[in-house]
């Protein structure tokens, strides 16, 4: 069992940064494969970034790429999407999840999600 809590979210300019951390509860957090998925207004959940069980691993969707980047602390049982150049189409609820598989794209594959935390990106 996982549990996930998102944090870092808020609201900023188009053009800047911020960093999201997941921070997840039990000893098993390096055994997990990692992922970032959004929510914008009134859309279906969406692929953002998914990182593997040592960090070596990583994708990126093509709408991000170039300016998000997904890491893990396993140390501190902690995942980070760090958002540069934010665009007010980054607009969305953003959501952590981790699944005992390898990376993976699909919502349906992920077994364990936070709360989300809200971005908000000014024009």
């Known amino acids: 069992q996982v549990q996930l809590e998102e944090s870092g979210g808020g609201l900023v300019q188009a053009g800047g940064s911020l960093r999201l951390s997941c921070a997840a509860s039990?000893?098993?957090?390096?055994?997990?494969?990692m992922a970032w998925f959004r929510q914008p207004p009134g859309q279906e959940r969406e692929f953002v970034a998914t990182?593997?069980?040592?960090?070596?691993?990583?994708d990126i969707a093509d709408s991000v790429k170039g300016r998000f980047t997904i890491s893990r602390d396993n140390a501190k049982n902690t995942v980070y999407l760090q958002m540069n150049g934010l665009k007010p189409e980054d607009t969305a609820v953003y959501y952590c999840?981790?699944?005992?598989?390898?990376?993976?794209?699909?919502?349906?594959?992920?077994?364990?999600w936070g709360q989300g935390t809200q971005v908000t990106v000014s024009s």
């Open positions: 999840a981790a699944t005992s598989w390898s990376i993976r794209y699909n919502v349906r594959e992920y077994d364990y």
């Open positions: 039990g000893r098993t957090f390096s055994r997990y494969a």
């Open positions: 990182i593997n069980w040592s960090g070596l691993l990583k």
